[in-house]
């Protein structure tokens, strides 16, 4: 597998890690995962979920004693970030649902992660705790102030070992920008700064400054019954601290310079595919909305995600994406019913592998997708509880869209559209991913030979 894709369709490689998340009987609407997120070592892995708690998973050492646990990840710390707030001006009830997470590269023996929901965004400090001080003049052991007329030597507070604590503290909270729902959040390379956008604004903000941000995209209409399109998702380039890009519900994609103007109302570059006559239908606006944008590793190239396909752009070429990729075509008959039950309306991300040569994302009936950019192969892998067990080999899944079905295929009629899979994340080195299917989270890793 790390020398290509194509040994992951010949003898499917991936076996199943450990799951993590509660059993699929009584799952509330706040256990369900809505953001997953690798750190950039890989190291650790956090998730965001609807009730606004985050759950970072901490990788173990391999052990020589025990092979067989190659790098399994476990809980590593849980804390509520985001607690349901009420806008009292606008009558308006404030979800917890953590929308975003982004990690700060690590540059101390502490972590930084960036957590949003769809008015405020935190920093958040995950530290690890394991001795004590002892010994204070001023107070007993118990935290009891001491009475000053009893203190009669001088103490020098020392330090005892103590178990080991991991503490997440806010260090910065980011308010009252947003009149819309933030759907986006992106560290700069600078590591100074960070943009969040909004369905029509786009902030860039200073880490050590939260009571201002500068405002550098404003497509809000003069006349708000003009409004012809949104902004879906946003991201700054990996290496050009200046350069940025978005998203729109229209399908464009626009190219951002930081240097050209203070407010970046005008793009630098536009992508856009023209649409195919023959495919136009009542849907195809819809199904033609952006749902995530990312930029690859090496920044030539960016990947874009709609309710149907993959789509991999150059940045030197705007007319049209250099790959498109099919992830369920077959759903294509469905769109009228799909429509009624709300799911066209599902927003998929999408996912680059390290060496930016594979791209996953996923789909319904807990399916995902995995592309190799080389060998042009796919492979269709389903994450779930029933037919995967630790250090299982997962083996690629078929859809019938017609005619006679085969054995190992599953009908397009009796897929499970409340079984989704939006959020995946993959490590940035290693082929280890994560998915989150509903209030589980999977973990896969390659097959230990």
């Given at each position: 597998?790390?020398?290509?894709?194509?040994?992951?369709?010949?003898?499917?490689?991936?076996?199943?890690?450990?799951?993590?998340?509660?059993?699929?009987?009584?799952?509330?609407?706040?256990?369900?995962?809505?953001?997953?997120?690798?750190?950039?070592?890989?190291?650790?892995?956090?998730?965001?979920?609807?009730?606004?708690?985050?759950?970072?998973?901490?990788?173990?050492?391999?052990?020589?004693?025990?092979?067989?646990?190659?790098?399994?990840?476990?809980?590593?710390?849980?804390?509520?970030?985001?607690?349901?707030?009420?806008?009292?001006?606008?009558?308006?009830?404030?979800?917890?649902?953590?929308?975003?997470?982004?990690?700060?590269?690590?540059?101390?023996?502490?972590?930084?992660?960036?957590?949003?929901?769809?008015?405020?965004?935190?920093?958040?400090?995950?530290?690890?705790?394991?001795?004590?001080?002892?010994?204070?003049?001023?107070?007993?052991?118990?935290?009891?102030?001491?009475?000053?007329?009893?203190?009669?030597?001088?103490?020098?507070?020392?330090?005892?070992?103590?178990?080991?604590?991991?503490?997440?503290?806010?260090?910065?909270?980011?308010?009252?920008?947003?009149?819309?729902?933030?759907?986006?959040?992106?560290?700069?390379?600078?590591?100074?700064?960070?943009?969040?956008?909004?369905?029509?604004?786009?902030?860039?903000?200073?880490?050590?400054?939260?009571?201002?941000?500068?405002?550098?995209?404003?497509?809000?209409?003069?006349?708000?019954?003009?409004?012809?399109?949104?902004?879906?998702?946003?991201?700054?380039?990996?290496?050009h601290c200046n350069t940025f890009v978005y998203s729109s519900s229209k399908g464009t994609i626009r190219l951002c310079d930081m240097r050209t103007a203070a407010l970046c109302d005008r793009h630098a570059k536009f992508f856009?595919?023209?649409?195919?006559?023959?495919?136009?239908?009542?849907?195809?606006?819809?199904?033609?909305?952006?749902?995530?944008?990312?930029?690859?590793?090496?920044?030539?190239?960016?990947?874009?995600?709609?309710?149907?396909?993959?789509?991999?752009?150059?940045?030197?070429?705007?007319?049209?994406?250099?790959?498109?990729?099919?992830?369920?075509?077959?759903?294509?008959?469905?769109?009228?019913?799909?429509?009624?039950?709300?799911?066209?309306?599902?927003?998929?991300?999408?996912?680059?592998?390290?060496?930016?040569?594979?791209?996953?994302?996923?789909?319904?009936?807990?399916?995902?997708?995995?592309?190799?950019?080389?060998?042009?192969?796919?492979?269709?892998?389903?994450?779930?509880?029933?037919?995967?067990?630790?250090?299982?080999?997962?083996?690629?899944?078929?859809?019938?869209?017609?005619?006679?079905?085969?054995?190992?295929?599953?009908?397009?009629?009796?897929?499970?559209?409340?079984?989704?899979?939006?959020?995946?994340?993959?490590?940035?080195?290693?082929?280890?991913?994560?998915?989150?299917?509903?209030?589980?989270?999977?973990?896969?890793?390659?097959?230990?030979?």
């Open positions: 597998f790390l020398a290509g894709f194509g040994s992951l369709m010949q003898d499917v490689l991936w076996c199943f890690s450990q799951v993590k998340g509660t059993i699929d009987t009584g799952v509330t609407e706040s256990d369900i995962i809505s953001t997953v997120e690798f750190n950039h070592t890989g190291e650790l892995l956090a998730t965001g979920d609807k009730g606004g708690r985050v759950v970072i998973f901490q990788r173990e050492q391999e052990s020589k004693n025990q092979p067989h646990r190659r790098g399994e990840y476990n809980v590593y710390s849980t804390f509520q970030s985001h607690e349901p707030e009420f806008d009292y001006l606008k009558s308006l009830e404030i979800e917890e649902k953590i929308n975003k997470i982004r990690w700060l590269p690590q540059q101390n023996a502490a972590y930084f992660l960036l957590s949003t929901n769809d008015k405020t965004v935190k920093l958040w400090k995950v530290s690890e705790r394991d001795k004590r001080p002892e010994g204070y003049n001023l107070k007993d052991e118990d935290g009891r102030l001491r009475d000053p007329s009893m203190i009669t030597v001088l103490r020098v507070p020392v330090l005892r070992p103590m178990d080991l604590m991991v503490e997440a503290t806010p260090r910065r909270v980011f308010a009252n920008a947003h009149t819309y729902h933030i759907n986006s959040i992106s560290v700069n390379s600078d590591y100074e700064t960070y943009m969040s956008a909004d369905d029509l604004r786009i902030n860039l903000w200073n880490f050590e400054i939260t009571n201002q941000s500068f405002n550098i995209v404003d497509i809000k209409p003069a006349n708000m019954e003009e409004l012809t399109e949104v902004i879906t998702a946003a991201e700054f380039h990996p290496h856009e595919e023209p649409e195919d006559p023959s495919n136009r239908s009542f849907f195809s606006e819809i199904i033609s909305s952006i749902s995530d944008v990312k930029f690859s590793h090496s920044g030539r190239y960016i990947m874009t995600r709609d309710y149907l396909t993959v789509k991999v752009w150059d940045l030197n070429m705007e007319n049209r994406p250099i790959e498109t990729y099919q992830v369920h075509d077959y759903l294509r008959s469905k769109l009228c019913s799909l429509y009624e039950n709300d799911c066209i309306f599902d927003k998929f991300e999408c996912v680059w592998n390290g060496s930016d040569s594979v791209i996953m994302t996923g789909s319904y009936n807990n399916f995902f997708r995995m592309f190799d950019r080389n060998t042009k192969r796919d492979v269709t892998l389903e994450a779930s509880r029933e037919n995967s067990k630790p250090r299982a080999i997962l083996k690629p899944r078929k859809v019938c869209v017609g005619g006679k079905r085969r054995k190992d295929e599953i009908s397009v009629d009796s897929l499970d559209f409340s079984k989704k899979i939006l959020h995946t994340a993959w490590h940035p080195s290693e082929n280890i991913i994560a998915v989150a299917a509903t209030n589980n989270l999977y973990i896969f890793q390659d097959k230990v030979n």
